[in-house]
């Protein structure tokens, strides 16, 4: 069993340094990539970038939820998760975080442009 030096993060900020391997997630459910894009009307500009992970390269706030959700909706993918991986990712501070749904304060983090903890 590794042990755990003092200082070094919690076991929850790793979670975002691990990938989801959504494409091979995808290819066992049978959907491409077109397919995808053909039903939700989201470029393949944007799906290729939420299946390697590049969320800088989706279009930001509100857009990007809602086309992780349908991502996640087209092949079967718990949106809960995927939005929290996303939240993880893109919010390292607020990683581990508890007493809130996954998304939502890191969202307004990023909407805002305000760090955490100024609102203490």
């Not at 491409?32 to 992970?53: G, H, Y």
């Not at 990007?64 to 939005?83: F, H, K, N, P």
Request: with cysteine; proline share 8%; glycine share 8%.
């Amino acid at each position: 069993m590794p042990s755990q030096k003092p200082g070094a993060p919690a076991q929850a900020f790793s979670k975002s340094n691990q990938r989801l391997d959504l494409p091979r997630f995808r290819r066992k459910t049978g959907v491409s990539l077109e397919d995808i894009a053909q039903e939700t009307k989201i470029s393949l500009l944007f799906l290729r970038a939420i299946e390697a992970e590049e969320f800088e390269k989706l279009p930001g706030g509100i857009f990007t939820t809602s086309y992780l959700r349908q991502y996640a909706a087209a092949i079967g993918y718990d949106q809960v998760e995927l939005l929290a991986h996303y939240n993880d990712c893109s919010n390292p501070h607020s990683a581990g975080a508890k007493g809130r749904p996954p998304g939502t304060q890191g969202f307004l983090d990023r909407w805002l442009k305000l760090p955490a903890l100024a609102r203490r």
